[in-house]
């Protein structure tokens, strides 16, 4: 992965390098491996003239309205909600919650919040699950970045079966 | 299905030329298939005069907000969203959140968003989903042209047992 | 059933001939039995004064911002909303995003819209199935009729065990 | 149950004597037993001053605007809304259908709004349903009186196990 | 539990004597555990300049319009929200149906409440439940307690896999 990540740099276009506005992150401290240092890192590689105002919580059901904070007290165009879903039955109906929350919150601002929400259950060792988390995380920022330049950043991507979290499922 | 479309081609209503307004499209990189580019050639085909406005976005969470924005921020009249819904029991519930994310915009705006949701689950080849999926996609796009002209364009199939994705039931 | 209906149509009540105020319809080109036209009759019958406002949407998900654009476009009193439910688990998925979004459509409005909904898998027959709806339909139909008199039209029968689409369960 | 009642009526504090302000009370006609009446007579007897404003409406789905109506347009304080939720498993999704639109029409209003639902799977005879919705209905009428007291006036009970309809658990 | 408690007393850092700000608690009278006076206790410990406001209400659906009221009408910036969920089906439900509450509440008025839900499932004995509600309430006590110092303030706890009502899950 570290590896790829490098690859990533030094393949870093021009346009990227222009790129402004400003992205919200917003983290937990029940997370158990560091997602909003993971897309800090990411945004200030490929996209350096981006500025980055993070907000922590407790847990994910904290995360919709510290997103909504974030756009209209802090001024970001969109945000990153990053989580990680613990392995209960419970987790599950939190993540639940959380999304139907982001969800509303992006209503309510007409600004995107992108959830990153990584379930226990997605992996079978702390290994694992770490590596799916940067993974997701990475891609999603990128994501983040491309959407700072307005509705049609994505449209070349358009059903062409990109996954984050895991490889591309690819286009049929 | 090419013959069919080509068949439609040639038996375009001289009303629906005629037809006016704007469409918005918003679909997502995670889908497999270019479901934008369907709606978007029905549309141009069936309806000239429609202007269109497409959107791409991540995933099926990020289309209620951006059928929003086409709506408030590029006044579309109706949008058509457009998610492939993938396999897994967590999508499932994604689509869900999106679906009531849907409804949430249209009753914050006073304006129609059809939701086009394909589900992996029914089909068992990907030839099979994406048949599927140009089917729904396309009968949509036609139920936008036809809202477009107000309340009452679809009144005459009222309880006919139309179905989009599949042949019709048609009425008891 | 038709003989029942025609019997109230003789049984009308002096009151209900002079009820005035307006009613939305909305109802799918999904639904195999014409569930619009049953409940327009039901009034045009009973309650000859209302004024009657049709819409027809594809399916059960585009009820309630229907229902909302009657109620605000369309100066409506009341809505019914109604919509037959496939026989798939996503149906009633799809039932239960719409019920909700028609319960939120009343909150933003202060208005009433009575949710139709009739589920395949409470008849085992097309023919049971069209009964169930032509049941639930006109009866709530009257309940329509009966609540444009205002909070205190129902009172009498509170508490009374009414059932639409099926034999009422009486009182306790 | 009736025994207890006569009892409380004895015990009638001085101070509910002197209690004002207005309780919504909103019932249905699916209900099988009169839970309206039944939450008029505990107020009536228990807080003679206080204004009770009724409202029925068909089934539990339709109680949330209903009660919003009750505190916006009759200007209740606080509303009882009554349920009897049916044994099949769509009434069970309505119940969850009704609650959250009876959190949400709080939310709008900022007042209590107290759901009172009972299900028939809580009892095995129609006879036991009857005295659990009699216990809740009672015993959430006099939490509606105490409300109108204030934030504070149910302190005293906080964490002591109470329950309507039922004996309370009592503190751990 | 008492000794944690008393020695945390002692380590209590002078930034925590300083804060200012208001905490809001709603608590139930279904809880069987005092819950309320177990954050209020941890507040004036630890912070004994912020404000505290309590709320009492029957039960867990009913806390979210009241975290709403201390917010908006008691002028709290942060609410913690206390339930006990009991050990039925219908239970979990409610308390899915308060935490969707409690979010909408959030995003209604950007402030936090931070939902401190205790299930009866989640312990084999009375004195369990009792000792999960200490840890989760104290905790989450403090959570709100660093939350009034702004976005920051959980920062350097990002990803380090913080628990509630259990022991540290700790990072990867």
Redesign the interface.
Known sequence: MRQAVTKQRHNKSPTMNRITGSIGIV???????????MAENTIRREAPKVRIV?????GI??L???A??LI???HCDIVLALGHVGGAA?DS??A?????????????T??????VMV?EAEAST??Q??ATMKDRTVK?AR?AIA?LQG?????E????????GAPD????
């Open positions: 983290d937990t401290t029940f997370a158990r491996v560091d997602m909003g240092t993070r907000y922590t919580v407790p059901k904290d919709p309205v510290a909504k904070k209209e007290e802090h419970i109906k939190c639940h919650e959380a999304s139907m929350g982001i969800i509303q919150a992006q209503l309510m007409n600004h995107h919040i992108l959830g379930f702390p290994k699950l770490s999603h994501n959407m509705k049609d950043a994505l449209r991507r358009a059903g062409t079966g990109r996954r984050q499922a690819g286009p049929i």
